[in-house]
């Protein structure tokens, strides 16, 4: 018997476990998969019961690459209204990719097991053949092969004069926390630190519960993300980023054709999604000097562009903002204070560096998942690093491991013990966050996996 275990049961884990139980292997095969959560979760992006959109259209978001509109499908099977275009809520593709995994568990050979572990994994210790894995409160075994698919981790805490706020209950640091609006007065006036995704999920949600209170939202830069839309293709002009080691050289190219498409009067979004086949070969060609400096100066309006919202999301904080309920406050934050009953946000104004003061009755991180493994504040994760079983990619977004998952041992040397899958990845692919991605690393580690063994 060979053992594969897989550390964490969201969405990247589940699909790793469901593709192994599909693919052809005449080994007996063990497949341990551990959360710290209940087998009904799916990680934070998923495991919410709020009524959170997905932000890629159901046609997109199928299961398996070679049926990207299986999810629509499969939609349809169980009388769900929908149709091409459609956003449908996370909670039902959570629901649709547990059944997946069901499915994929009912019909696989005998030779195939499963084992589903509710504990939280602290340590692991290799040797030249397996590993040695350690849950708290629970007794350790030995693995063949490790699967670190740890998806997100809370947003940092921002480097403040003061650190009181951080103990603070009227600070959320983790916005996924299922219960976030619990206890929360409908008339609270609440600050999101951030202007991304999260913050719409939560505004939306708000909106959906008649939410009466202030919302403002703050950030360096105040940009809100796009919405999905229909637009017209733009032609591929990869070939002029080929072999380019420059970033400038990168933006320069992208910048003239997104001023030629202006021109013709075709959408941005469509110059920036002509790109995204290429986007893993153009960041992996890249010098980590240049990746940084992307990060630096691009980013974020990088982000606004290609990491786009629901149409409808739009049109409520649209809607929001249009009514004064929401507003956005640009700058930078440079203390939080708790002050009796209110949370006092002092920062610098965008512009005029002038100080300025906010106050709430809560204050949400929604800063985006802390990627640097060497802050993350989790014990297996700390362990890791310690033992240097693994170390951060050279642009600190996850994990340092080759583009198929095999982490990069001490000697710089890929591991065939230890490997990883979906976010630790994106400083090495830097698309590894979205369904569409993360299927089909899932279907190729699996391939890798069952053929090491």
């Known amino acids: ?41 799916l990680g934070p992006a998923y495991s919410t019961n709020e009524d959170y959109l997905l932000n890629v259209p159901a046609e997109m978001m199928g299961a398996f690459s070679q049926d990207p509109e299986h999810f629509l499908k499969w939609a349809g099977r169980k009388d769900i209204s929908a ?3 459609d956003y449908l809520q996370r909670k039902l593709y959570r629901k649709y990719i547990l059944e997946m995994l069901t499915l994929a568990l ?21 040797n030249n053949r397996s590993a040695e894995i350690f849950i708290k409160e629970r007794v350790g075994f030995s693995t063949d092969k490790v699967v670190l698919a740890l998806g997100n981790s809370p947003p940092r805490n921002l480097q403040t004069k003061n650190r009181l706020y951080i103990k603070d209950k009227r600070y959320v640091q983790n916005p996924w926390n299922p219960d976030i609006f619990k206890n929360l007065s409908p008339d609270a006036t609440i600050i999101f630190i951030g202007t991304g995704q999260t913050m719409v999920d939560l505004v939306t949600a708000l909106y959906k519960k008649k939410h009466t209170g202030k919302l403002i939202t703050l950030s360096r830069h105040g940009v809100l993300p796009l919405s999905q839309k229909n637009v017209e293709p733009y032609p591929s002009f990869y070939n002029e980023l080929q072999g380019l080691s420059s970033m400038l050289s990168v933006f320069q190219i992208v910048r003239k054709h ?4 202006n021109e013709k009067g075709i959408d941005p979004r469509a110059v920036i999604d002509s790109l995204r086949p290429h986007t893993k070969a153009i960041w992996m060609q890249l010098p980590i000097e240049e990746k940084r400096r992307f990060l630096r100066h691009v980013f974020r309006y990088w982000e606004i562009i290609r990491s786009r919202i629901p149409p409808v999301s739009e049109e409520i904080i649209h809607k929001l903002l249009s009514s ?9 934050i440079t203390d939080i204070l708790p002050i009796e009953h209110r949370m006092e946000i002092q920062y610098l104004e965008r512009g005029t560096e002038t100080e300025k003061m906010v106050s709430a009755d809560s204050v949400v991180n929604c800063i985006g998942p802390d990627q640097d493994y060497e802050r993350i504040d989790q014990t297996l994760i700390k362990n890791l690093i310690n033992s240097r079983l693994i170390h951060c990619d050279p642009a600190h977004l996850g994990i340092d491991a080759t583009p198929e998952g095999s982490v990069i041992k001490e000697d710089g040397t890929p591991s065939d013990i230890l490997y990883t899958i979906g976010l630790p990845l994106k400083g090495i692919v830097w698309e590894s966050l979205a369904a569409p991605e993360i299927r089909a690393e899932a279907e190729e580690l699996a391939k890798i996996l069952l053929s090491g063994l």
């Not at 997104?258 to 498409?261: E, F, V």
């Open 83 to 85: 149709s091409r275009g």
């Open 106 to 126: 009912n019909e696989r050979k005998e030779n195939k097991t499963l084992e589903r572990i509710r504990g939280e994994v602290v340590n692991i210790k290799t």
């Open 1 to 41: 018997m060979k053992d594969i275990t897989i550390i964490g049961a969201g969405l990247s884990g589940t699909l790793l476990a469901m593709n192994l139980l599909r693919q052809d292997f005449d080994d007996v095969v063990h497949i341990k998969l551990i959360d710290r959560n209940s087998k009904s979760d």
């Open 258 to 261: 997104l001023g030629i498409a």
């Open 324 to 332: 004064g309920q929401l507003e956005i406050l640009t700058g930078r």
